[in-house]
């Protein structure tokens, strides 16, 4: 069971940018597909990037299309999220995911695909 912890959440200003990093435990990270995700208070958790265990493939959600950027370093057993441009909209708990098995092909981003969770980080925008 791999074990993950987010960080680098905080407040930002409208425009404003965050890197958040998710540490791995499992020395076989570079075998893991990867993911962001968010929770808004009282929606559901929604899909925001996904990369394949290489780093070669990579999958992102319309709302953060082209200003989030998810990326990893498999020496260091480290995923991230370059947010850039923030908004009031993106205020929510992120969260890392991590899953043994590929997800199934155009559900990268499906929450039902990972089934190891980081405990989240806080991310808020304000205006």
Known sequence: QIHLVESGGGSVQTG???????SASDYMF???????????????REGLAAISPSGAA????DSVKGRFTISRDNAKNTLFLQ???????????????????LPSNRA????????????????????
């Open 83 to 101: 947010m850039d441009n923030l908004q009031p909209g993106d205020t929510a708990i992120y969260y890392c995911a991590a899953s043994w098995r």
């Open 58 to 61: 990579l999958y992102y959600g």
């Open 16 to 22: 404003g940018s965050l890197r958040l990093s998710c």
């Open 108 to 127: 990268e981003l499906a929450e039902s695909q990972y089934d190891n969770w980081g405990q989240g980080t806080q991310v808020t925008v304000s205006s």
């Open 30 to 44: 570079s075998q893991y597909s990867m993911a962001w995700f968010r929770r808004v208070a009282g929606q559901a």
